[in-house]
């Protein structure tokens, strides 16, 4: 489901509900992603977006483990 919200418009699943939109502040464009959870936010510029496609599955696999910090309490 996607929903348009003040920190952008949202990505949501049963696991997890971000912001996403474009920052066009800085130097360069970069995609502003924010966790609707913890408020968390982070700024990736093309270099970073484009790193994420290349991503071997096996790195991306371990980012999503419920067992590291992002999932403990």
Do not use: C, Y
């Amino acid at each position: 489901m996607t929903e348009i919200h003040p920190a952008g418009q949202v990505i949501e699943s049963e696991f997890a509900s971000v912001a996403v939109k474009l920052d066009e502040t800085g130097n360069s464009v970069r995609l502003r992603v924010e966790d609707l959870r913890t408020g968390r936010v982070r700024f990736l510029d093309a270099l970073e977006l484009e790193s994420l496609v290349w991503l071997a599955d096996g790195h991306l696999t371990q980012l999503l483990d419920p067992s590291h910090e992002r999932w403990r309490g």
